[in-house]
């Protein structure tokens, strides 16, 4: 049986050789910051991952007192925030323990990988409390952080609805005002994560919903917060009335819940009214960026369950790590794993940049890798995990390793928060076409200018460079079609377009990790010679396995005819 590993240096290589993300805060060195990482992996290594298996066959239950969590969940959650993990990144006057965003992205990888289901209880109450801290009244903030910090406090976001799906305009949740700043709030939210559980001992609900005579649409939709229990801890009609079946994260609880069903159900406005969706993307953007973080989590565990297994399977009289396809299969789960890593960390580099800054640059580049994490790493992670199962072999289809499951697991981060249609729609319709390709733009500056520097990878340099000048051609093709209003041409097209440019932005960040690598192998020795030629191998596997691919996609957008207008 594979033991949990973290490849440690890698992260370290990438967050404090690489983006030097020890700049971001004062009082702390890298090695301050290499040890809480060190830490909270021994923490997610003794007490998460051992939940991950025996969650996902308990699963969770609804009865008459609510929805019950897998039993071994309890006592992880209790020592996360007794050690203070919950409070990573918040500032010490919350009582929070600060660090850079990339490094607590790091940590938050971590976990996810371990065991996702469990995370997601923690991540989405993190979610909630960030709307509150950002636009919260003084008397939520004083109620709701203090018992969040604390672990008393669980939240949720409640966004769709029966028959709505992602149309999330169609809503018709509706907050009637009760004259005293409380609405009576009626109706039926479902897929909400988190939405009932045992491990809090109240529930905060972030949830959309319609004031009388609100406009039609998303414009009509204002936010507001709804607790399970009220100020005097009695049931304020929030009712979890159906849990789902799931094919993965079976520890996660998805609830349909029910508000005011069995008597009045009252909360309060966050925010101004008619701004719920502006409101609820401050929670959905981090959201999407967790969807993405937890592809490439999985994917990097994956891979080195798989690694290990590869080693001690013997097949053909030799381990089957020295056997051609095996060895193919687990390059690429690496290089891609790596890649995708090197990239979240890159956008949390992003906001440490953003938050000591006004340039509003940084932001905007935010908001376009954003959808290229969630998609592109969603769906790679995925298929990291169909690789772990197939070197698996029988073994792999079964439940004994535990490898099946990264691949039940990680299937929803394409579906949850936004498909990766929605995400791709909003890739090229507004952080691109809308913003006249200013970003884009600038990623492309930054891409070139990797290029330049570059040193022996001329093959994989040429391939990047001429992946960029083919990129701004069909970006010009789709613009022209935006402009003749053929939409649906652009969105036809819009999802391979975004898996594109994340194999081009993803080649970069290997690119740039190789370049560095090769500069400190002169004189290095050992494990980190070896490390270090790793690093050369990522990029040069990338490029041949991943990149590659990118040339047949120009190729159906350029050279084909549109085929948008067909029907099924």
């Known amino acids: 049986m594979a033991k949990y590993r973290t490849d440690l240096q890698d992260i370290n290589f990438t967050l404090f050789d690489l983006l030097k993300s020890d700049r971001h805060i004062e009082g702390y060195e890298a090695n301050d910051l290499k040890e809480i990482i060190s830490q909270f992996d021994k923490f997610v290594e003794n007490e998460v991952y051992p939940t991950r298996q025996i969650g996902d066959e308990e699963g969770v239950s609804l009865t008459d007192s609510g929805v019950k969590v897998p039993k071994s969940y309890h006592q992880a959650n209790k020592s996360f925030y007794e050690n203070g993990w919950y409070g990573l990144g918040f500032p010490e006057d919350i009582g929070g323990m600060p660090c850079p965003e990339s490094v607590s992205l790091a940590c938050t990888s971590m976990i996810n990988g371990a065991n996702v289901a469990f995370s997601m209880y923690y991540g989405l109450t993190k979610a909630a409390m960030n709307v509150v801290r950002k636009i919260g009244s003084d ?34 949740t509706t907050a009637t005002p009760k004259g005293d700043g409380t609405y009576a709030i009626k109706g039926v939210k479902i897929f909400i994560s988190s939405g009932d559980n045992d491990l809090y001992e109240n529930i905060i609900h972030l949830v959309l919903a319609r004031t009388p005579g609100a406009p039609e649409g998303t414009k009509g939709l204002s936010l507001f917060v709804v607790a399970k229990l009220d100020e005097a801890g009695k049931n304020n009609n929030v009712k979890c009335t159906k849990i789902e079946e799931k094919m993965g994260i079976h520890g996660s609880a998805t609830c349909e819940m029910t508000f005011g069903g069995e008597g009045e159900c009252l909360g309060t406005m966050i925010g101004a009214e008619f701004e719920g969706m502006p409101n609820m993307f401050i929670m959905m953007n981090e ?55 090197a990239l979240n960390l890159y956008v949390g580099d992003l906001f440490d940049q953003d938050h000591a800054s006004s340039d509003e640059s940084l932001e905007a580049e935010i908001a376009l890798l954003t959808p290229i994490c969630k998609a592109y790493e969603s769906e790679e992670g995925f298929n990291v995990a169909v690789d772990a199962i197939q070197v698996h072999g029988g073994y792999g289809y079964c439940t004994e390793y535990g490898i099946e499951q990264f691949a039940r697991d990680i299937k929803i981060a394409t579906i949850y928060e936004g498909t990766n249609a929605i995400q791709a729609a909003d890739f090229i319709m507004r952080k691109i076409l809308k913003d006249k390709a200013k970003s884009f733009t600038a990623v492309g500056a930054k891409i070139q200018k990797s290029i330049t520097e570059a040193k022996n990878f001329e093959a994989e340099c040429s391939v990047i460079a001429k992946n960029l000048k083919q990129a701004n051609k069909m970006l010009e093709n789709l613009g022209g079609l935006a402009k003749e209003s053929k939409f649906d041409a652009v969105l036809y097209h819009s999802h391979d377009f975004l898996i594109y440019c994340g194999n081009l932005v993803v080649a970069w960040r290997l690119l740039e990790a190789a370049n560095l690598a090769q500069t400190k192998l002169s004189g290095a020795s050992g494990e980190d010679k070896a490390y270090y030629e790793s690093k050369l191998v990522d990029f040069k596997v990338f490029c041949q396995q991943f990149l590659s691919r990118n040339a047949g996609i120009a190729q159906s957008i350029l050279e084909f005819e549109d085929l948008s207008s067909l029907a099924v």
């Open 139 to 172: 008397d939520q903030k004083a109620t709701i952080i203090p018992n969040m910090m604390t672990g008393k406090w669980g939240g949720t976001m409640c966004l769709t609805e029966p028959g709505a799906g992602s149309d999330v305009g169609a809503a018709n």
């Open 287 to 341: 959201a999407r960026l967790l969807c993405g973080l937890q592809g490439e989590s999985q994917a990097n565990l994956a891979y080195l369950l798989t690694e290990q297994y590869a080693r001690e399977r013997s097949q053909f009289g030799k381990e089957i790590i020295d056997l051609p396809d095996v060895k193919r299969l687990l390059l690429k789960m690496r290089s891609v794993s790596r890649g995708m890593r």
